[in-house]
C-alpha cells in the first residue's frame, strides 16, 4: 500500500481539494515552506516519525509559526507521539484544548471564523 498511499490520499479527499494543501515533504519543511508562501493554515495535520524528538520539534514548531492553527494528529498509541503531545499541552497549559482517542489526537485553538 506504500507506493500508492499519497494517491490514495488524494482520491480520498477529492471532494475537498479546494480546502486541503497536501504537502509530499517533511513537517518542518511544509511549515517553512506555509510561511514563506504566506499561507495561514486553519487546520495542520501531524503524520509524520513517532519518535518523542521528532513529534516534539513538530508540534513545537507547529505552535510557534501557527499558533492559531488546530493540530490533528495519529498513533496516538505510540508512546513517543503521546508524551511529545502530552509534553507541549503541559509546557503551554493547554490542557483543556486536548481530545485524544485510541488512535488520534487534536488539539483545538481559538476559533478564527465565526459558524455562520
Given amino acids: 500500500m506504500?507506493?500508492?498511499?499519497?494517491?490514495?490520499?488524494?482520491v480520498n479527499c477529492w471532494?475537498?481539494?479546494?480546502?486541503?494543501?497536501?504537502l509530499r515533504m517533511t513537517?518542518?519543511?511544509?511549515?517553512?515552506?506555509?510561511?514563506?508562501?504566506?499561507?495561514s493554515p486553519d487546520l495542520i495535520y501531524i503524520d509524520a516519525a513517532h519518535d518523542f524528538e521528532s513529534v516534539?520539534?513538530?508540534?513545537r514548531t507547529c505552535r510557534k509559526?501557527?499558533?492559531?492553527a488546530a493540530l490533528v494528529g495519529d498513533d496516538w498509541a505510540a508512546e513517543g507521539v503521546r508524551?511529545?503531545?502530552?509534553t507541549v499541552v503541559k509546557e503551554e497549559e493547554l490542557e483543556p484544548m486536548l481530545?485524544?482517542?485510541r488512535t488520534a489526537w487534536w488539539l483545538k485553538t481559538e476559533c478564527r471564523y465565526s459558524q455562520e
Fill in 15 to 22: 471532494e475537498e481539494r479546494e480546502q486541503i494543501i497536501p
Fill in 83 to 86: 508524551r511529545a503531545v502530552e
Fill in 2 to 10: 506504500l507506493p500508492t498511499l499519497y494517491e490514495t490520499f488524494l
Fill in 56 to 59: 516534539l520539534e513538530d508540534v
Fill in 27 to 39: 513537517t518542518l519543511d511544509a511549515l517553512q515552506l506555509l510561511a514563506r508562501e504566506n499561507v
Fill in 65 to 68: 509559526m501557527f499558533p492559531k
Fill in 99 to 101: 481530545g485524544s482517542n
